[in-house]
């Protein structure tokens, strides 16, 4: 691994990228924040009556902002502050401070104060492994809940480029060139192996691919897991 995914990494992600949500320099981290909501959200969640969420790694909140702006009741946690205060800003510029709180938080050792609904979560990895990771948001959602994990697809053999984390300062693996790091992606098969049969159905187990605008508005390809599993009880 070139480095760990830890706090001092992500805060420099984010660093002095509150400025700049809404500029066209789609070169700075805060192009993360001026994509539209993740479509494999808006397919999986579309199907669900809302409730309660947490937005695992939500960054700048586009995901959590989407959702709550269905219906949903949402925490966007994350562990980088710089993150947390755009999303906050977002929220209260689209009138939706009531549907989310923020949440500083390391995922890795947080515990939720309850059970959700919904937990999800798109290209966020954290230090641990990225198995354990999903794992860990598995045990948080409630009794006929929904866990809905996007991520960064596994691509075996493809000779992962460790180290092309400038990934990160555009969109999550949206970047023209550069295969995420082996250690922050899975396959589908990798994430429903994690949960048992008797606890979960699993609704959608999905390798895939599509395009959107890289820099400069070349439409560049990524590949995605998505995993999407009701809990049963
Ligand atoms: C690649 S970004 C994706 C952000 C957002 N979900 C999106 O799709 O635009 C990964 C996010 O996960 C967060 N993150 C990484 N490790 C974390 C951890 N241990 N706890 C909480 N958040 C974490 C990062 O700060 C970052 O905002």
């Known amino acids: 691994m070139a480095h760990e995914f830890d706090r001092a990494y992500w805060d420099d992600i984010w660093a002095g ?3 700049s949500v809404g500029d066209d320099d789609s070169d700075r981290p805060a192009a993360m924040a001026a994509n539209p909501p993740n479509p494999y959200l808006i397919r999986e969640a579309s199907r669900l009556v809302p409730g309660t969420a947490l937005e695992a790694g939500c960054g700048a909140g586009t995901e959590a902002l989407w959702l709550a702006s269905q219906g949903w009741q949402v925490t966007g946690a994350d562990i980088a502050a710089e993150a947390l205060t755009i999303a906050a800003r977002r929220s ?10 923020w949440v500083e938080a390391d995922l890795a050792v947080w515990e939720p104060p309850a059970r959700y609904d919904l937990v999800t979560t798109h290209y966020a990895h954290p230090a641990i492994p990225q198995l354990d990771f ?9 009794p006929r809940g929904t866990l809905l994990i996007v991520g960064h697809l ?32 899975a ?13 979960w159905e699993i609704v959608t187990a999905e390798e895939t691919s599509r395009e959107m605008p890289g820099h400069g508005g070349a439409p560049v390809t990524v590949h995605d897991v998505v995993v999407t599993a009701t809990r049963r009880h």
């Open 154 to 185: 596994q691509h075996v053999g493809h000779g992962h480029a460790h180290g092309q984390h400038e990934v990160h300062g555009q969109h999550a693996g949206h970047d023209r060139s550069p295969q995420p790091p082996v250690e922050a992606s």
């Open 17 to 19: 990228a509150g400025g």
């Open 134 to 142: 999903y794992e860990r948001l598995a045990g948080w959602v409630a």
């Open 92 to 101: 209260a510029e689209l009138g939706l401070s009531g549907r989310v709180s």
């Open 187 to 199: 396959t589908a098969q990798g994430i429903t192996a994690r949960l048992e049969a008797d606890r």
